[in-house]
């Protein structure tokens, strides 16, 4: 599998890294499985965080036995310094690591929200400084992502983010400007950027429900090829995450050891053939 510099971190993640969303109600057999089969296919790249339900107990011991093979990544939703401190530490204990490569405010949706982790981003700063992190990011899941990320690249020294990246959401001008000057500073810091949602469709609405993740993906094979490579194709994009499904999450991986180019054709075909779709945001409550 294709590997790709994360930004000033220096680390070569693989194109695809492996979300620990899947995990959620998951047992140890079948998180052993994929962790297994993953890296096995090139992924050295793990993301969960404590609103994973079971992830993180369930990964600890895979990332234990195999923790110099894999860039670690976790996150916080927690806003006060003390809470944020106490739940490094949880995380730390649950995967069985003194240290995490990467810590990240998580879900950091719009500049309220940005305002409200002033404390917490604090925590996650000092935490790098005292060598509990390695490096610090920022995640966020709506249509205010961009720009509530560009202010927290503003504000603080961070070496991340993760931003929503799939077709329907570049049809949105708002959007996709915010997006690119985003990604207009994340190069000229060296920031690393991270995609979520390359295997999205569309809301579940009326649907019946397929798979784990609350958004409806893409289930053929061929249009889920197209999301990813839609999102790896993007200028400065290091890596996507994998859907919080475990059978899309392995097909995911089996597609991202393959040819990843797209040219800027293929991608405007794709935006204006889903630009009528509606976006998955904000997530339902």
């Known amino acids: 599998m294709e590997t790709r510099r994360l930004g000033r971190t220096e680390h070569l993640s693989s194109v695809a890294i492996l979300g620990g969303a899947a995990f959620w109600d998951s047992d140890e057999a079948t998180t052993s499985s994929l962790v297994a ?11 969960v ?25 976790g996150k916080t939703l927690r806003h006060h310094a003390d809470g944020v401190r106490a739940q490094l530490d949880e995380t730390l204990a649950k995967l069985r690591v003194d240290q995490l490569d990467l810590y990240q405010l998580h879900a950091v949706t719009d500049l309220e929200e940005l305002d409200r982790r002033r404390d917490a ?41 993760m931003v929503p990246i799939y077709p329907t959401l570049l049809a949105d001008l708002e959007y996709r400007h915010d997006l690119e000057a985003l ?22 609405g009326g649907t019946a429900r397929t798979a784990s993740t609350w958004y409806e993906p893409h289930h053929e094979r ?9 999102a790896l194709s993007t200028p400065g994009v290091t890596g996507f995450c994998t859907p919080g499904d475990v ?8 597609i991202a050891a393959g040819d990843m180019a797209m ?8 935006v204006a ?3 009528r779709e509606p976006v998955i945001f904000p997530i339902p409550s």
């Open 37 to 47: 089969d993953a890296m096995a296919a090139g992924v050295n790249h793990i993301d």
């Open 49 to 73: 965080a404590p609103q994973y339900g079971r992830a993180e107990v369930l990964l600890g011991p895979a990332i234990e036995a195999n923790r110099t093979a894999l860039f670690v990544a």
């Open 121 to 161: 981003a604090e925590v996650l700063l000092e935490a790098r400084d005292q060598g509990l992190c390695r490096f610090i990011g920022i995640t966020g899941h709506n249509v205010t992502t961009p720009r509530a990320q560009l202010e927290a690249l503003r504000r603080y020294d961070l070496d991340t983010v």
């Open 183 to 204: 990604l207009e500073v994340t190069a000229e810091r060296d920031v690393g950027v991270m995609a979520i949602k390359a295997g999205a469709r569309r809301p579940w």
């Open 222 to 230: 061929t249009d889920l090829a197209q999301g990813i490579r839609f």
């Open 247 to 254: 059978a899309i999450a392995r097909v995911a991986i089996e």
């Open 263 to 270: 040219d800027e054709a293929q991608r405007a075909a794709l």
């Open 273 to 275: 053939a889903s630009a």
